[in-house]
């Protein structure tokens, strides 16, 4: 079993930084890819970006170029560094794991962190 804990969501203006931060815990050998989602009001849960293992990441077009996904294997923590934040960015981010069992694939997910951007 994994579990995910993220942090460093909050108000943040237009403009500003923000750094994400998610810590798998448990049977983390199994996973292969995290990633970020993020849902705002009425709408549905979106990808931000994605890692894994021997491939490029891949983020999202809407913040290709102000958005940054890194990970730390050794430390079983992804990274999604925002900068140029707008208000559109306001959501809740919620952290994602693929995990590979000789059967199956699944996915886990955090609690999810807010992010607010306001003046």
């Known amino acids: 079993q994994v579990q995910l804990v993220e942090s460093g969501g909050g108000l943040v203006q237009p403009g500003g930084s923000l750094r994400l931060s998610c810590a798998a815990s448990g049977n983390v050998s199994g996973i292969v890819a995290m990633g970020w989602y993020r849902q705002a009001p009425e709408n549905e849960r979106e990808l931000v970006a994605r890692?894994?293992?021997?491939?490029?990441?891949v983020v999202a077009e809407f913040v290709r170029d102000r958005f940054t996904i890194s990970r730390d294997g050794a430390q079983d923590t992804v990274y999604l560094q925002m900068n140029s934040l707008k208000p559109e960015d306001t959501a809740v981010y919620y952290c994602?794991?693929?995990?590979?069992?000789?059967?199956?694939?699944?996915?886990?997910w955090g609690q999810g962190t807010l992010v607010t951007v306001s003046s």
């Open positions: 890692i894994s293992d021997g491939t490029p990441p």
């Open positions: 994602n794991a693929l995990l590979a069992t000789p059967a199956k694939y699944f996915e886990v």
